[in-house]
Structures are given as structure tokens and as C-alpha cells.
């Protein structure tokens, strides 16, 4: 059995104060004793410690948005894995279209960083889907193959236990238009072929693969009925607590 998981994601929105007040509303949402998915907060670098401060001992996890690939030398401006673990997070967001597209990152740097961070302990959130232009020219499948062999390249059944990864197509994401679970469902099930081949079936059963791309509550219970999509990666439906609850109430836990 699978844990679901939905994630938000609040890219470079928040100072501290409205970080605080916002974990601190989307806590009291949470205040039900029904099953839950497993719930993840990732703000930016500047609140992690804010946002720990506030989940501490909620059914709330922490994650980073970022991590650099060494634990600590001359690398101005970046954040190690090391920091982001003892700083209380469990989870990091590796391979963001949104660095690929303007930070430069690629399959390699994508790599580099996800050993660095499965090599101290936290668990990747793996980001990886296709442009439009690539979705129709058919090249979706053969482009997340190519993204999931890069990033995972030389990594070992044990150091993948922890991941989860997000198909996000690009064209999807922050643009209100969503895949159809159907589409989504249909990567998911490419993804979880392709780790049984990479690995092995009961490494594919056990990964969890999440939906990114303006997931809202309108869409999240349709896309979350497919049994194929473990979770969400909630951009900005995320930054207010009402939305984001609804969207983890969305969740179908065994009904
Ligand atoms: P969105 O962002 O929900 O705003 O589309 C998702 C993401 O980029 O992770």
C-alpha cells in the first residue's frame, strides 16, 4: 500500500510572518481525526525554520524546494542537504521545470543532487513531464524515459526507497489548464513500468508518483480517483490554507 502524499509547493511567495500564518491555518484545517495523506510544506530556504517551528508535532512533514549537490564548501548562494536535514526537513524538490528552465538544470545536475540528498538521508521529490510542443510531436513518454534514466542514473534499489516522483507536464503547470487524469494516469503508469524495468516490480509498486500542474480543488478529486496518482504537487493552490485543504480533503482515503 501506497501512502499518498500531496506536497505544496510555494515556490518564491511568503515572507516568515505570512509563512507562519499560513502552516498555522492550514493546521487548524487539519484538525480532524480521519485518515489523512501524508502533508508536506515546502516554502522557501528563508522559512523552512518558521515553518518547522509551526508543524513541529503535527501530522505536517517540511520539505525544500532546492539542494545543492556537496554538503558545504565554496559554493556561494547554495544550500546543502546537510542544512536542509537539520533543519528539520524530510523532503526536497529536485529537478523543478522551473530550475531547468532558468537555473539550468539538466539530468545530470538533477543526478548529482538526488545522490547527494538520498546520501544524508531525505527523500526526493522528483520532478520530471514534457513541454507542449513535445506532447504533440508524441515525444511525451520517450522524454520523461530520458529524464527518469538521467536523474536516476547509478542510483541503487536501497537509495530509491525513499522517492517519490511528480510528472508535472510543463504546459500544465501555473496556466490553469490541468492533464486529464486520464493523461496523467497514463505517464504514471509509463513511470512505474519503466522503475520495474530500471529496478525491480516491487521497487515500481512501492514509488509513489504524484500529479503537479494546476491541481486545484475542482480537478483534485478526479484526478486523485485514478489509482495510478498517489498525491498532488500543489503550486499555487497551495498559498492559501483553504484551497490547499480542500485539495488534501480531496484525497480519497479508502472510500
Ligand atoms: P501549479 O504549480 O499548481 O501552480 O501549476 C505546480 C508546480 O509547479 O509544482
Given at each position: 500500500m501506497r501512502r499518498p502524499i500531496i506536497a505544496g509547493n510555494w515556490k518564491m511567495n511568503k515572507t516568515n510572518r505570512e509563512a507562519r500564518e499560513l502552516a498555522k491555518s492550514i493546521i487548524q484545517k487539519m484538525a480532524t481525526s480521519s485518515p489523512?495523506?501524508?502533508?508536506?510544506?515546502?516554502?522557501p530556504f528563508t522559512a523552512l525554520e518558521t515553518v518547522k517551528g509551526v508543524i513541529n508535532g503535527q501530522r505536517i512533514e517540511l520539505g525544500a524546494q532546492n539542494a545543492f549537490w556537496e554538503n558545504e564548501g565554496a559554493y556561494t548562494g547554495e544550500i546543502s542537504p546537510n542544512m536542509l536535514l537539520t533543519v528539520g526537513c524530510r523532503y526536497v524538490i529536485l529537478g523543478h521545470s522551473e530550475r531547468r528552465k532558468y537555473f539550468s538544470e539538466n539530468d545530470q545536475t538533477v543526478n548529482r543532487k538526488i545522490k547527494a540528498v538520498v546520501s544524508v538521508?531525505?527523500?526526493p521529490i522528483l520532478c520530471v513531464g514534457e513541454r507542449l510542443e513535445e506532447r504533440e510531436k508524441g515525444r511525451t513518454e520517450a522524454l520523461v524515459d530520458q529524464q527518469l534514466?538521467?536523474?536516476?542514473?547509478?542510483?541503487?534499489?536501497e537509495e530509491i526507497e525513499n522517492l517519490v516522483v511528480a510528472y508535472e507536464p510543463i504546459w500544465a503547470i501555473g496556466t490553469g489548464k490541468t492533464a486529464t487524469?486520464?493523461?496523467a494516469?497514463?505517464?504514471h503508469g509509463f513511470i512505474r513500468n519503466l522503475i520495474s524495468q530500471l529496478y525491480d516490480e516491487k521497487t515500481s509498486e512501492e514509488l509513489r508518483i504524484i500529479y503537479g500542474g494546476s491541481v486545484k480543488p475542482e480537478n483534485?478529486?478526479?484526478?486523485?480517483?485514478?489509482?495510478?496518482?498517489?498525491?498532488?504537487?500543489?503550486?499555487?493552490a497551495s498559498?492559501?490554507?483553504?484551497?490547499f485543504w480542500q485539495i488534501i480533503n480531496s484525497y480519497p482515503m479508502g472510500d
Open positions: 489523512l495523506p501524508e502533508v508536506v510544506l515546502c516554502p538521508g531525505l527523500s534514466r538521467g536523474a536516476l542514473k547509478g542510483l541503487s534499489r487524469p486520464e493523461q494516469a497514463e505517464v483534485a478529486r478526479d484526478l486523485f480517483s485514478q489509482p495510478q496518482i498517489d498525491g498532488g504537487l500543489v503550486g499555487g498559498l492559501q490554507a483553504d484551497s
